[in-house]
């Protein structure tokens, strides 16, 4: 059978405009074959709402806007939601515009506590909701209410601060901050001298643990010396205190008392000796008897024959007597 060309036209147009149905339903968010559930709700202002916009529970999206319809007088709007998923929704629920200053509004429907759920064609109840602009100055208000009492205070301070610093606080200023840069050039140094002491190869700190070491060395080399003299040091105590000490420092005592009686009588002018160490008299006598024995010594040794009268030196010397002791070359001289 042969299919005119009048007939593909037909059919291809009725396929087309099948089509286009099916795809404005779709992209108007309306299910094609699916039976849809319609509730309603009456706004004053629907603050941007458009067709097609979701309709969210909890974030959710369970429809969309089919229909607003505001009559000739437009001062109520009768908003016609279209529910793609099959939820219950309580008859006291509130049904809420929420503004989005970046994007299209949604509608929210704020669940209620009701047992009895809403039907197809019942009414949402509403209540109007902040606009994006108030929501926004709710929460501009306050930070400008706080910069302003910030500029207030700050105004107050720029005051306080004109006021108080002047020529003389400023230079009084200038001298802190020259203290305080010495300071720091200061703490800097000293930084630095503490750096190289703490340093872990070279510092002081690190000779002296060195040093240390060494001498810790030392003792655990010579432990076995250190316990010898120890243990002499532990026996000459020991020996010290079994000596009678309380006798012996009583007999130094009586030493010491002897030797101060002694002393004492030396230099009293009772005895002998303490006469001649205490009187010049005795002392310039005997230096007298002294020094005329010398004389006599030394004249019997340059005149023997007058104290030795003997035949065989010839007759008997008759020279003058000595009157003073003389050296050993004057003893020489007389005797030549």
Same mark, same amino acid.
């Given at each position: 059978?042969?299919?005119?060309?009048?007939?593909?036209?037909?059919?291809?147009?009725?396929?087309?405009?099948?089509?286009?149905?099916?795809?404005?339903?779709?992209?108007?968010?309306?299910?094609?074959?699916?039976?849809?559930?319609?509730?309603?709700?009456?706004?004053?202002?629907?603050?941007?709402?458009?067709?097609?916009?979701?309709?969210?529970?909890?974030?959710?999206?369970?429809?969309?806007?089919?229909?607003?319809?505001?009559?000739?007088?437009?001062?109520?709007?009768?908003?016609?939601?279209?529910?793609?998923?099959?939820?219950?929704?309580?008859?006291?629920?509130?049904?809420?515009?929420?503004?989005? @200053?970046?994007? !299209?509004?949604?509608?929210?429907?704020?669940?209620?506590?009701? %047992?009895?759920?809403?039907?197809?064609?019942?009414?949402?109840?509403?209540?109007?909701?902040?606009?994006?602009? +108030?929501?926004?100055?709710?929460?501009?208000?306050?930070?400008?209410?706080?910069?302003?009492?910030?500029?207030? !205070? @700050?105004?107050?301070?720029?005051? %306080?601060?004109?006021?108080?610093?002047?020529?003389?606080?400023?230079?009084?200023?200038?001298?802190?901050?020259?203290?305080?840069?010495? /300071?720091?050039?200061?703490?800097?140094?000293?930084?630095? !001298?503490?750096?190289?002491?703490?340093?872990?190869?070279?510092?002081?700190?690190?000779?002296?643990?060195?040093?240390?070491?060494?001498?810790?060395?030392?003792?655990? +080399?010579?432990? /076995?010396?250190?316990?010898?003299?120890?243990?002499?040091?532990?026996?000459?105590?020991?020996?010290?205190?079994?000596?009678?000490?309380?006798?012996?420092?009583?007999?130094?005592?009586?030493?010491?008392?002897?030797?101060?009686?002694?002393?004492?009588?030396?230099?009293?002018?009772?005895?002998?000796?303490?006469?001649?160490?205490? +009187?010049?008299?005795?002392?310039?006598? @005997?230096?007298?008897?002294?020094?005329?024995?010398?004389?006599?010594?030394?004249?019997?040794?340059?005149?023997?024959?007058?104290?030795?009268?003997?035949?065989?030196?010839?007759?008997?010397?008759?020279?003058?007597?000595?009157?003073?002791?003389?050296?050993?070359?004057?003893?020489?001289?007389?005797?030549?």
């Amino acid at each position: 059978m042969k299919i005119s060309n009048e007939t593909k036209v037909g059919v291809l147009a009725v396929v087309c405009v099948a089509l286009l149905i099916v795809g404005f339903r779709f992209l108007k968010g309306k299910g094609i074959f699916k039976k849809e559930t319609h509730i309603y709700a009456v706004y004053s202002d629907v603050q941007g709402l458009k067709q097609s916009n979701p309709v969210v529970i909890n974030g959710m999206q369970i429809g969309r806007i089919a229909n607003l319809d505001g009559g000739k007088d437009m001062k109520h709007i009768l908003v016609t939601v279209s529910l793609t998923k099959d939820v219950n929704i309580p008859k006291n629920s509130l049904a809420v515009i929420n503004p989005n @200053l970046l994007g !299209s509004p949604t509608m929210e429907i704020q669940l209620g506590d009701a %047992t009895t759920y809403l039907k197809n064609g019942d009414t949402l109840l509403t209540t109007l909701s902040a606009g994006a602009f +108030d929501e926004a100055m709710k929460i501009i208000n306050p930070v400008l209410y706080e910069v302003k009492n910030a500029v207030k !205070s @700050l105004d107050s301070v720029l005051t %306080t601060v004109t006021t108080v610093f002047d020529v003389r606080t400023k230079d009084n200023i200038q001298s802190i901050l020259a203290n305080v840069n010495t /300071a720091t050039a200061s703490f800097v140094l000293t930084s630095e !001298s503490l750096r190289k002491i703490v340093d872990v190869q070279n510092g002081s700190l690190a000779r002296s643990l060195q040093n240390m070491e060494k001498f810790t060395s030392n003792l655990n +080399d010579n432990n /076995a010396q250190l316990d010898s003299i120890i243990n002499n040091t532990q026996l000459l105590t020991r020996n010290l205190s079994a000596i009678n000490l309380k006798q012996t420092m009583d007999s130094l005592q009586i030493a010491i008392n002897n030797f101060k009686t002694g002393a004492e009588k030396i230099n009293s002018k009772d005895g002998s000796l303490g006469l001649l160490l205490n +009187d010049k008299t005795l002392y310039h006598n @005997l230096e007298s008897t002294s020094d005329k024995l010398n004389i006599l010594l030394d004249d019997i040794r340059v005149h023997p024959r007058r104290y030795l009268n003997i035949s065989v030196f010839g007759k008997k010397d008759k020279g003058n007597y000595l009157t003073a002791p003389l050296i050993d070359d004057s003893i020489k001289a007389v005797k030549q």
